[in-house]
T-cell receptor, first 108, second 115 residues
Framework: GIQVEQSPPDLILQEGANSTLRCNFS?????LQWFHQNPWGQLINLFY???GTKQNGRLSATTVATERYSLLYISSSQTTDSGVYFC??????????FGAGTRLFVKA | GAVVSQHPSWVICKSGTSVKIECRSL??????MFWYRQFPKQSLMLMAT?????????EQGVEKDKFLINHASLTLSTLTVTSAHPEDSSFYIC???????????FGQGTRLTVV
């Protein structure tokens, strides 16, 4: 089945710094989402981005479907950005396959 | 967006008892819902696909008799952990989407502890 690889696995930032998280897919996916899992376990939808670029405040994402990767940019990071970031790809049908996640810690 | 509600948020049960977790799509109909399991510091693992009006489709290695799934209506799926044991303790999360290849929305998750 499809493999989803995320990098880096762990990231420590000083508050105010920028970062880029990457998601690679072993095969074509029908669609792609980015999530932030908060300390209570809730998955927060960040972007639904099959291709192109989207921005929402300090966050933006770019997916290049033909090259099977997606990037999540976090600018001017804040301590509340800490948590785990997952990308997930849709295979045929509804199935959503998750990457292992990037664990982000933003220091004050 | 869309709202998916999961209940309960956490539950503690005795070994040997059964626990039912509900997943509801509050503002849309979902013919298909998904159940995931997450161990500490790990990713989400798909357990099964819940189909309204038909049997669930389980992923390889997931015990059908242990994890009973019922998709009673277009807005409700339930996961019952039968004869729970400490190794079933985990975080369980459901998801739903409006249609094929559309955005998925997740419930709040249920933290199950079996003592």
């Amino acid at each position: 089945g499809i493999q989803v690889e995320q990098s880096p696995p762990d990231l420590i930032l000083q508050e105010g710094a920028n970062s880029t998280l990457r998601c690679n897919f072993s095969d074509s996916v029908n669609n792609l989402q980015w999530f932030h899992q908060n300390p209570w376990g809730q998955l927060i939808n960040l972007f639904y981005i099959p291709s192109g670029t989207k921005q929402n405040g300090r966050l933006s994402a770019t997916t290049v479907a033909t090259e099977r990767y997606s990037l999540l940019y976090i600018s001017s990071s804040q301590t509340t950005d800490s948590g785990v970031y997952f990308c997930a790809g849709y295979t045929g049908g509804f199935k959503t396959i998750f990457g292992a996640g990037t664990r982000l810690f933003v220091k004050a | 967006g869309a709202v998916v509600s999961q209940h309960p948020s956490w539950v503690i049960c005795k070994s040997g008892t059964s626990v039912k977790i509900e997943c509801r799509s509050l503002d849309f109909q979902a013919t298909t819902m998904f159940w995931y399991r997450q161990f500490p510091k790990q990713s989400l693992m798909l357990m099964a696909t819940s189909n309204e009006g038909s049997k669930a489709t389980y992923e390889q290695g997931v015990e059908k008799d242990k994890f009973l799934i019922n998709h009673a209506s277009l807005t409700l799926s339930t996961l019952t952990v039968t004869s729970a044991h400490p190794e079933d303790s985990s975080f369980y999360i459901c998801s739903a989407s409006r249609g094929l290849n559309t955005e998925a929305f997740f419930g709040q998750g249920t933290r199950l502890t079996v003592v």
